[in-house]
């Protein structure tokens, strides 16, 4: 990240371990995203950058969350939009985002928007956003950034999201022998030995995929954990960029 | 008390059986029963889940009407026979041959001494496994990818420009609108048997649907009971990125933690009991071309594999979009970290479409539409508690030791194209002649 000429720029470089061995980077300023061969730097993508939020709350969209946040800013942009914000427990500062503040996406509808502030640190803390589909499946999204001290200053490593999706029906006509397993453990444990004289005689199949839980609920728990490495802030040439501001 | 009332309709309608939807008709009748073939054997073809109209009436009936017509065949004068001969079926044909040598030793013991074996090729002789537990598992697991694929365009909606790159064009607009699974990825073939669970019609209605689910009161009375069993075994370790929460200087947080842990391998082991005698010889030919798309013709399959590609590169390039904005706080409360995380899922779901497909059917062995499990009964069962040996049913055709011969064919090619499949069974009826173990 570096602002250069007053303007913010971001630049992110996917690890190809991590991501089917693709080379892949995105760079952004304010108003661009360019997505590109990280080698080639052939670009793949441009997009302009449209915002998916009211425009009311630019006051957030300038804290980047990376770390560090102007919390008393915050508070007085917030009450001076009557937006319900309020000082929690444990040095927690909730903001509540009305739902009309949001754009929705096709096929949801926003519930509820809460950010909290950890008060002690000036940094972000939480954030939890509850959607309704257009089926009446019910899925929050908890997310929290991940900080590590660099010599007193707080820098966003990373983000942990726990995503919750609760479905509002059952499926229905399963019969009711269907054997439910709620872990691994709840499945009986047979030997390498014992597993290999039954498939001898053919009377043992793998199962590619176990489903744990009742089957009939498509409600699921995922846990989504990003890390950034090498982060870097103002401390990176501007060439990094330069598909952004052009030149070599 | 249900089939005390079918029966007396059965006898009231008696005038009229040849037009009413409780018997089954000549015409079908011979459609689906070859007359006996030179080489003594008689064949007995599948089901048309695409023709199939829904009836209350089960393959029970079908099965009786089938053995009442071979009698009635070998009776009459042109087609007099009395000699003995083999039966040969595929797919739902499988089962009912099996359930064929049971209605037949109930009803006569001089005309089961004739049948000399069976064979199934391709055969749901064990239930089809795609519906084991009901018509909710294949609907459960088809929402789920429908869901997981809607879900995924959903994420693209204002990051990638849908309408203008063409690769996500024709996205579905509702959650839950399984025309886009149906008609982009899955053969004629396969949406057939799919369209039938995800209808909402009462199992009684498509009866013979509901007597191919694995453990119906069909299968248990004429064909086999079983028990079915889920094991697991370790196959080792695993280490990665896991959850762990934690006190910092900056309050307690979710931190993500390098750990080992156990992974497992399932299984499903079953037990059977089969009605049919040890007497009677049963060969089982099993198609092992798992490729559901080779059903098709190689254009249409290569068409929806590009699809597929395409698809799993646009996914890819939203999960990124969505990274990116997570960076920024706007992007994590505009609802990135999840529509990131479902255009993963979308992603992984086309990278690991035949897998996904497999998953549909139940197993990842199977011949394109049909659980290799499904298709034959092994001879013996070791109980992985006691360490007893259970003979099954030993009497088995083909001189392989598995109990079944595999060929790489998928469902429709093993009946209709291969050559070498219609010599091995030809070998079995020669075989069952001197198999069959008569009183």
Known sequence: ?248 | MAGFKQKISFVLLGVVISISSGTTAESDLTAKVSKLEPEGYRTFSGFNFEEYTPSTNGLKKRVEAEVAYVISQDSTEGTKYAGTYSIVGHSQGGLRVLAYANQLKNKSAVEYNRLDGIITVSGIDRGLLALDGGFGTLKARFNTDTNIIWRGFRAGVGVFDIGSTGILSGAPRQIGDVSLLLSNFLPGEFRAYVKHALSDASEDSLAEIRDMMPGSTFIKENVANNKEFTYRVITGTASGWRLVQISTIFGKAWVPVYLTWNTYAYYSAYMDVPVFSNDIPVGYIVGLNNNTLSIMDPAAENDIRKKVSDMKDAFAKIQDIHFWKCVGIIGMFSGSAQYGYDAGQAKKWMANFDGELNELKGSGENDGLVAKESQYYPKKFTDPNTGEKLDVHTNVLGKTSEGYVGFPYNHRQIWEEAADVESKYKEMVIEARTARVRK
């Open chain 1, 1 to 248: 990240m570096k602002t250069i000429e007053g303007v913010q720029y971001v630049r992110l470089d996917f690890d190809p371990a991590l991501n089917e061995g693709r080379s892949r980077s995105i760079v952004s300023d304010n108003t661009e995203m360019v997505m590109f061969d990280t080698v080639t730097e052939a670009v793949e993508y441009r997009i302009p950058i449209t915002r998916d939020v009211s425009s009311d709350l630019s006051f957030l969209d300038a804290e980047s969350g990376i770390s560090r946040m102007d919390l008393a800013g915050i508070r007085s942009t917030a009450a001076r939009l009557y937006l319900d914000i309020a000082e929690e427990a444990d040095n927690r500062l909730s903001l509540k985002i009305p739902s009309s503040m949001i754009l929705n996406q096709s096929g949801n509808t926003r519930v509820s928007t809460k950010v909290s502030f950890d008060m002690s640190n000036d940094t972000l803390e939480e954030i939890e956003i509850v959607d309704r589909l257009e089926d009446g499946t019910v899925v929050t999204a908890t997310t929290q950034p991940v900080y590590k001290d660099f010599e007193g200053t707080p820098i966003k490593v990373g983000t942990v999201s726990i995503i919750d999706s609760k479905a509002a029906v059952l499926v229905d006509g399963f019969t009711g022998d269907v054997p439910i397993y709620e872990c691994p453990e709840d499945v009986p444990l047979i030997s390498q030995e014992t597993l290999g004289l039954m498939q001898s005689e053919g009377s043992i199949h793998p199962i590619d995929t176990m489903v744990f839980g009742n089957p009939a609920d498509l409600s699921y728990q995922a846990s989504i954990i990003e890390v950034y490495s090498d982060v870097g802030i103002n401390a990176t040439p501007d060439s990094l960029f330069k598909l952004l501001r052009g030149g070599n």
